[in-house]
């Protein structure tokens, strides 16, 4: 729900607390921002909003492949990790491109009563994200800008396959919390990315990581997640529609090519959990 979050959430204008009158969230200088009638808030600073995030046909490939559980041993590693690393931190879980929430709602999961913030540019992820879980309070929020949540109010951050502002991620941890960021390994997919032309994993991924961060955080802890699903041709057209070769490829072309799959296709899930620590401020 909106209200669990509220005490993390900063005015986009002026970073003042926000508090809730009704329909709206507003600030002691008079800004106010609309809830939408599906329970979310856009906070997006001034000078214009970011892209629209993901398309309504992204959002629903993706809540269709993961209500099929593919990734539920990645959300319970990830779970598992935040759960950790929230010990002794207080201050609620942000998720910075939360998507429709589902990992964030498998770490509230693992830390009952923690409050859960999703972040996201996409109006349909959000409509999702809000109602994901009873804890979540689901923001409309640029990565790349000055994010709507007061300094130092996360435990935890969760970076899934989203972008990463270091600036910002490092200004809304606490200092004793923890940032985990999860990105794909050049297996990951392997299988379908010749056939279907999928966009390829730059291979200099560690290092562009290393620098979005530093140097306003340190490594603390990394490790592997992997698996292989057994995928049919509807899955796997699920998988492709909720990432970024949704954006480029031809539509027509796209559905041909899974059609030449064979039915059951083993598939390789292959990612890094990266856990770091914020720099001294």
């Not at 010990?87 to 409050?115: E, F, N, S």
């Not at 899934?160 to 985990?180: K, Q, W, Y």
Request: glycine share 12%; charged share 20%.
């Amino acid at each position: 729900m909106l209200e669990d979050v509220i005490g993390c959430l900063a005015c986009p204008q002026c970073g003042a607390a926000l508090s809730r009158a009704g329909p709206v969230l507003g600030c002691a200088s008079g800004h106010a921002f609309d809830i939408a009638r599906q329970g979310y808030v856009s906070l997006f600073p001034p000078g214009g909003r970011a892209a629209a995030g993901d398309s309504a046909a992204m959002v629903a490939a993706r809540a269709d492949f993961l209500a099929a559980g593919h990734y539920g041993g990645l959300a319970g590693e990830i779970a598992r990790t935040a759960a950790v690393a929230a010990t002794d931190v207080r201050g609620c879980v942000v998720d910075v491109g939360a998507g429709p929430g589902y990992y964030l709602a498998a770490v509230l999961d693992r830390l009952p009563g923690r409050a859960g913030l999703a972040l996201d540019t996409s109006k349909f992820a959000l409509r999702q994200a809000a109602h994901a879980h009873g804890r979540i309070g689901a923001v409309g929020a640029d990565a790349w800008r000055r994010l709507p949540v007061a300094d130092g109010a996360a435990a935890v951050v969760l970076n899934v396959f989203a972008p990463r502002n270091g600036a910002e991620l490092h200004r809304i941890l606490d200092p004793s919390g923890r940032l985990i960021v999860v990105t794909p390994n050049q297996e990951h997919l392997s299988e379908l990315v010749g056939p279907l032309e999928l966009l390829v994993v730059d291979p200099r991924k560690d290092e562009r990581l290393a620098g979005t961060l530093s140097p306003y955080f340190g490594p603390a802890q990394r490790h592997q997640y992997g698996t292989v699903l057994r995928l049919t041709r509807r899955d796997i057209a699920a998988v492709v529609a909720m990432g970024p070769t949704a954006r480029h490829a031809d539509p027509a072309t796209l559905a041909e090519a899974i059609r030449r799959l064979p039915g059951s296709v083993p598939v390789t899930v292959s990612v890094t959990l990266s856990t770091f620590r914020p720099a001294a401020r």
